[in-house]
């Protein structure tokens, strides 16, 4: 993922200058929000499955030692073959290894966030291998030289009209296109050929099985599918916490999964994969990249049960409005700034802070993560490492003396409302950013302390 | 039974026609209320930012202030779901627990404890009630539109008794209005334009009034109306259940 010096608060700006875009934004996610609330209120049993999904990832992060050996035991016995990386430049050197060892530079790959977070598509073109990506939405922003916005709809920041002008661009559409069915047709064409062509095809997990030694990848598109069948090399990229304990589990969470994405009943496609076809190899990664550390984080280690849905970010207010990018981040929204902190705190110590703390997150989250909390508890873990901004800090400082002594908070208050000197809307006590585009509140006559001890005391 | 009065800072300063409604309110139903003079702040204010560890103050002034009250009332969400969930004193933490336990968002006590069923005043308006995050998701005093559950709803309860009310029905019935405490300066652009949303909304449905639980959401919308040059006002709940 490509760094930036602008924290979330600067990019969510300069995305806020196009309010019209800002609004199709918010539009197009809420709708899909809607969708899923549409979805979800047909199921009597949506808690439950919630609370039964919670405690089995509870129990997987609990036991994840044992079944990870269960399952390199059982996909081994099924003839796939098992690889560790303990972080991302392991597992991109794993891929290299493995497409060098046949002599192939050139590979598709279906939706994976996982080699988001590796930047595998970038260490893989450093070492002159093309990556093509066959999601739909991952090959407009591939094509765009873009990484994606959303975990699930990885081009949902980009119009009909744009996605036009890269397809007449790139894949040879007439110019001025944007009729959907003909830009799909188009790149069906286009990935059609990549598919036929490509020996080795990479797919994230959506789901694998300790107990069968099988793992599970959803697409609606049918992509993974198509890579991985015509290829004679399947690599399954997988985050060690993508476990579950039992294939009848799956009952649980391929009902939970795409009701709260999209507001479909299931994907399209969930395809088992369990042993490769004659002569054909699949390899599975088994990828740690910090998550074991995280794990050790009691305050922040139920953020491990995510599943990748998307929900946190239809529902946020906040990632409506300002984007997928401007969380600087591969996994961007509610759930993104909960996990990137763990990666690196100092480059991600905006992002816990991008948030009203309205806590809908939470509460669409289907494996009940309690994300507005731990944006709370990152927020206090921030501070205390330091890095929070110093005027800030001073600003706070300031405000705790006076809140913490009556006397002062009572003279403070008489010389001229203490709360727009000092908090919460003028932090730094420079210009008042507050009254950019809001009106102050007219200040009465007396506070209401000073009312009371006139007419009650 | 004595009510100790926790009236939030901001209220304090800016609305104390909310907090003077809430204390009148009480009184009429036969409460019998005292505003600890010593109070100041619960300390969400530098505990959202970040600053937890500088509120041991607040929370020392706040267990001081209320210790000996039956109940706590506020007319605040956001207030009072800081002191259920932060309000911590190391050298006193049971009394600290206990202090949080008995305090109260203004209509929930009145739903839950006083058991209101009849109020006696008229509001002939039209009226958009915004749920602020921190009373509906955080305090439960309204159902949240992600979970499937019945619905209900405290303050929608109270205004149901209020002679010539219109309630209207939202497009977005529990959408955040972006105020956040400091997020509505370090986030500016997105916090404005979730209010403006928020706003537009209520005025779609033609409203005279936006009323709700907490203080500071109806300020944020307020200084966006205001700025619109808009009629509409803001009206904390108390003032409406109060009748004057």
């Known amino acids: ?457 | 039974m004595t009510v100790g009065l926790f009236i939030p800072c901001y209220v304090d300063q800016f609305y104390p026609n909310a907090a003077i409604a809430t204390l009148r309110l009480l009184e009429k139903l036969n409460v019998n209320v005292v505003f600890p003079l010593k109070q100041t702040c619960c300390g969400q204010p530098m505990a959202n930012s970040g600053f937890e560890h500088l509120t041991g103050g607040c929370n020392r002034l706040f267990i001081d202030n209320f210790q000996d009250f039956d109940y706590i009332v506020a007319p605040s969400g956001s207030c009072v779901l800081h002191i259920r969930e932060h309000l911590h004193d190391p050298e006193r933490e049971i009394l600290a627990k206990s202090v949080s336990h008995k305090i109260y968002e203004l209509t929930a006590f009145l739903t839950d404890v006083l058991k209101v069923t009849e109020l006696n005043v008229s509001f002939p308006h039209r009226v958009g009630v915004h749920q602020s995050c921190h009373g509906q998701r955080g305090l439960m005093l309204s159902q949240m539109s992600e979970l499937v559950a019945a619905p209900f709803s405290k303050p929608g309860y109270l205004l149901s008794m209020v002679n010539g009310l219109q309630l209207v029905e939202l497009d977005r019935k529990d959408e955040c209005c972006g105020f956040g405490g400091t997020f509505c300066v370090t986030e500016e652009a997105v916090s404005v334009k979730m209010g403006k949303d928020r706003v537009a909304d209520h005025l779609r449905q033609g409203v005279e009034y936006i009323t709700g639980v907490d203080m500071s959401c109806l300020m944020h919308m307020e200084g966006i109306l205001n700025r619109m040059g808009s009629k509409v006002k803001v009206i904390h709940i108390a003032e409406i259940l109060n009748g004057e």
Not at chain 1, 176 to 198: C, K, M, N, W, Y
Not at chain 1, 436 to 447: F, G, H, M
Request: hydrophobic content about 35%.
């Open chain 1, 1 to 457: 993922m490509e760094k930036t010096s602008q924290d979330h608060s600067e990019l969510a700006a300069n995305f806020n200058k196009d309010e019209e875009r800002v609004d199709w934004h918010d539009e197009t996610l809420w709708w899909i929000r809607q969708k899923r609330d549409k979805n979800v209120h047909q199921l009597p049993e949506w808690e439950t499955l919630r609370e039964v999904a919670s405690q089995i990832k509870n129990n997987v992060l609990s036991r994840l030692h044992i079944y990870l050996k269960q399952f390199e035991k059982n996909a081994t016995y099924n003839g796939m073959i098992v690889h560790w990386a303990a972080d991302a430049a392991e597992h991109n050197q794993i891929v290299l290894d493995l497409l060098q060892g046949r002599g192939v530079d050139r590979m598709v790959k279906s939706k994976s966030m996982l080699t988001e977070e590796c930047g595998l598509n970038e260490f893989l073109a450093e070492h002159g291998v093309e990556v093509v990506d066959s999601d739909l939405g991952e090959r407009i922003v591939q094509l765009a030289k873009e990484p994606p916005s959303h975990i699930v709809l990885p081009c949902i920041h980009k119009k009909k009209e744009e996605i036009g002008e890269l397809f007449y661009k790139y894949l040879g559409t007439p110019a001025g296109v944007s009729d959907p069915q003909i830009l799909t047709e188009t790149a069906r064409q286009h990935l059609r050929e990549i598919f036929l062509t490509r020996k080795v095809a990479l797919t994230g997990v959506n789901f694998a099985v300790a107990e069968t030694g099988e793992f599970v990848v959803c697409t609606n598109e049918g992509n993974a599918d198509m890579g991985a069948h015509l290829a004679d090399i399947h690599i399954a990229s997988m985050g060690i916490e993508k476990l579950i304990p039992e294939k009848k589990h799956l009952g649980v969470f391929l009902r939970l999964l795409t009701r709260s994405a999209t507001g479909q009943p299931i994907t399209t496609y969930s395809s088992h994969f369990k042993r490769p076809s004659l002569g054909k190899e699949i390899h599975v990664i088994l990828v740690d990249n910090g998550r074991s550390i995280h794990l050790g984080k009691p305050d922040f280690r139920e953020s491990l049960k995510c599943i990748r849905c998307g929900a946190c970010m239809n529902t946020c207010p906040v990632y409506r409005r300002s984007g997928g990018h401007s969380y600087h981040n591969a996994v961007a929204g509610p759930i993104g700034s909960i996990l990137a902190p763990n990666f690196d705190m100092e480059k991600n110590a905006d992002l816990p802070f991008a948030s009203t703390l309205c806590g809908s997150c939470s509460n669409v989250c289907p494996v009940k993560i309690n994300i507005h909390e731990q944006l709370y508890k990152w927020r206090q873990v921030i501070v205390q490492a330091g890095l929070a901004p110093v005027a800030k800090k001073a600003g706070m400082q300031v405000m705790t003396a006076v809140l913490s002594s009556p006397g002062l908070y009572n003279s403070a208050g008489k010389v001229g409302r203490w709360v727009f000197k000092y908090a919460p809307f003028a932090v730094n006590n420079q210009l008042n950013p507050w009254y950019k585009q809001r009106d102050l509140p007219s200040a009465p006559k007396q506070s209401f302390k000073e009312w009371y001890l006139t007419n009650k005391a």
